[in-house]
């Protein structure tokens, strides 16, 4: 029986990505988005195509009851989660620190830091073998700018991931003897649409001189590491968060 993996902001981007590889891969997909439906059902198109079974279901990922709506209709339309993949989050325009404003420092913080708690807690309480679960892999989606911090443009955003790395750590301790592996992926700079949400579609061209392995990456190249993580290949790892940033960084 296929897995069930569940991949908040799915609609583009590396979300996207991901869940069209894992349908390849074998699993069944359901593909959370947050206004686009078009684009969500394209990539549950993708995956019906691959012969497994796949649903779009919206939600912001920035308010807690939709988030709980979201794991139920997971349970009704597909069944048990086996995966999740807290990938949803959002990006302002660039600002330097002072000019960040309360209403963005705190929407930023509801969708990427409080919104990734309460995924990772409804993921839990599905997988845990103490709950009566089967165990399962939650991988959290992080950024470099949790390291790098996120100057002069992002530093709120980096401030948010920053948080998820703990959360990271935290939970791969607590929920290790229940059966589930948590471990997280830090992207560079990627190739996605993000960047132009964020005021400069150019963002990697300019900075990419300074990647070790002189590219940007791509949604599929942050794709696989997912993918990986959420394998059997990486059953002895939990509690690491990877970097997939072509040494930039180091």
């Not at 686009?36 to 649903?55: F, L, M, P, S, T």
């Not at 001189?209 to 990486?234: C, F, H, I, K, Q």
Request: net charge neutral; glycine share 14%.
């Amino acid at each position: 029986m296929a897995k069930i993996l569940l991949i908040t902001g799915g609609s583009r981007g590396i979300g996207a990505a991901a869940a069209k590889l894992a349908g390849q891969r074998g699993y069944d997909v359901a593909v959370n988005y947050a206004g686009n439906r078009e684009a969500a059902d394209a990539v549950v198109a993708d995956i019906r195509k691959a012969g497994q079974r796949a649903v779009a279901i919206q939600a912001d990922m920035g308010d807690p009851a939709a988030i709980k709506g979201l794991f139920a209709a997971v349970d009704r339309e597909l069944g048990t989660l086996d995966a999740f993949l807290n990938n949803a989050g959002i990006l302002w325009p660039h600002a330097r620190f002072v000019d960040i404003t309360l209403e963005h420092l705190q929407r930023m913080l509801a969708v990427n830091l409080t919104g990734a708690f309460i995924g990772n807690q409804e993921a839990a309480r599905r997988m845990s073998t103490r709950l009566g679960g089967k165990g399962g892999v939650i991988v959290n989606m992080s950024s470099m700018a949790a390291k790098l911090g996120g100057a002069f443009e992002c530093l709120d955003y980096g401030v948010s991931k920053g948080g998820v790395d703990t959360m990271t750590v935290g939970l791969a301790k607590e929920l290790a003897s229940e059966g589930i592996r948590v471990n997280g992926l830090r992207p560079g700079l990627i190739l996605t649409e993000i960047h132009a949400s964020a005021g400069e579609p150019g963002r990697v061209a300019r900075l990419q001189a300074s990647v070790p392995l002189g590219r940007g990456g791509t949604a599929e190249d942050v794709a696989e590491a997912v993918l990986w993580l959420l394998s059997d290949a990486a059953a002895y790892i939990t509690g690491v968060t990877i970097d997939v940033a072509g040494g930039r960084g180091i």
